[in-house]
């Protein structure tokens, strides 16, 4: 890496008041967000949240309406063109009748990289055992850490990826994300977008929940775990006000709607004991959420439509 070469003070990544439309959808609304070098960042949103026009405008493809996009101090496409950030795309850029290891030692020709650096290369995506194979026989899960190893060639400060193991086996997802971060320990800086709030609690450093274009939460992956966890208790209740809610011993986030209110908490027992001989609700429900569940409700608190 080119680590000397760039003031240590420097952002791998800073967004201020980022605006992108298309058309009358707001696709990122007012994000502003610095990244340090060597955080391994997760950009975590539902369909549609702005994840993907994001990234794109990090690495060149989108220019913002408003707003800056700064990649190591510069303008990202020519953060692009100096090597600094390269991507990880979904799908695309491979040819099947090449085998792995012809196929990052041609693009390592193509970025003037020596051959110590494709077996090195080849070796960091955990490849070695497949470098010999056509990469039309080879797993998707293989395709995507080929995708990988070509992205490092440049030797890149920032590595972008977005939605990498959408279509990957649990067990492709896993070699695949411990070649990440094997890789992300030497120092890189790593950011990728995802659906999975599992993928981005078990790889990131830190998590940035996107929705409606908006950031609506940043935190460690310790934070969002503890964010997600716990019951909710549901019941019918007609006439509750949040001010009774709030009262109940336990609940720490509380809805109503309609007759039915929510009361989340780690303690479902006292929630449900409380409603129950306390108040006139019926119908009790208890769920675990999962932690998808868990993060759409945590940030689906502007339902108006775009
Ligand atoms: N080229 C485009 N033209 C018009 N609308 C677009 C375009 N690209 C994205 N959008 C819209 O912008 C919004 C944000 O899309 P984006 O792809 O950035 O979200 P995302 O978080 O990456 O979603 P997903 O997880 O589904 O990939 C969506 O409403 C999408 O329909």
Not at 77 to 93: C, K, N
Not at 221 to 230: Q, R, Y
Request: hydrophobic share 40%; with cysteine; net charge negative.
């Amino acid at each position: 890496m080119t680590l000397t070469t760039i003031a240590l003070e420097t952002s791998a990544v800073e967004l201020s008041g980022v605006v992108k439309r298309y058309g009358a959808v707001t696709a990122v609304d007012g994000v502003t967000l610095t990244i340090r070098p060597g955080e391994v960042v997760a950009l975590l949103g539902p369909n549609g949240a702005g994840k993907t026009t994001t990234v794109d405008m990090l690495l060149g493809l989108q220019k913002p309406d408003e707003g800056r996009v700064e990649v190591y101090g510069r303008a990202p496409h020519d953060a692009v063109a100096l090597g600094l950030v390269s991507a990880v795309m979904q799908t695309g850029g491979l040819l099947k009748d090449y085998t792995v290891e012809e196929t990052v030692r041609l693009t390592a020709v193509l970025f003037g990289r020596p051959r110590t650096a494709v077996d090195e290369t080849i070796a960091r995506a955990g490849l070695t055992d497949v470098a010999g194979r056509l990469v039309g026989k080879c797993s998707g899960g293989q395709q995507q850490r080929l995708r990988f190893a070509m992205a490092l060639l440049p030797d890149p400060e920032l590595l972008i990826l977005d939605e990498p193991t959408t279509g990957m086996d649990v067990a492709g997802r896993h070699d695949f994300w411990s070649a990440i971060r094997d890789d992300a320990r030497r120092g890189r800086t790593v950011i990728f977008a995802t659906h999975y709030l599992e993928e981005a609690d078990a790889y990131a450093d830190r998590v940035v929940f996107v929705r409606r274009g908006r950031i609506v939460a940043d935190g460690t992956a310790a934070e969002v775990k503890a964010l997600a966890s716990g019951r909710t208790v549901r019941a019918t209740l007609p006439g509750a006000t949040s001010s009774l809610l709030q009262s109940v011993p336990g609940a720490d986030r509380s809805e109503i709607r309609g007759d039915t209110v929510f009361l989340h908490g780690n303690d479902s027992d006292e929630i449900a004991r409380y409603l129950l001989t306390r108040t006139a609700a019926r119908d009790l429900e208890v769920t675990s959420r999962n932690l998808e569940d868990a993060f759409l409700a945590l940030t689906a608190d502007e339902e108006t439509p775009r």
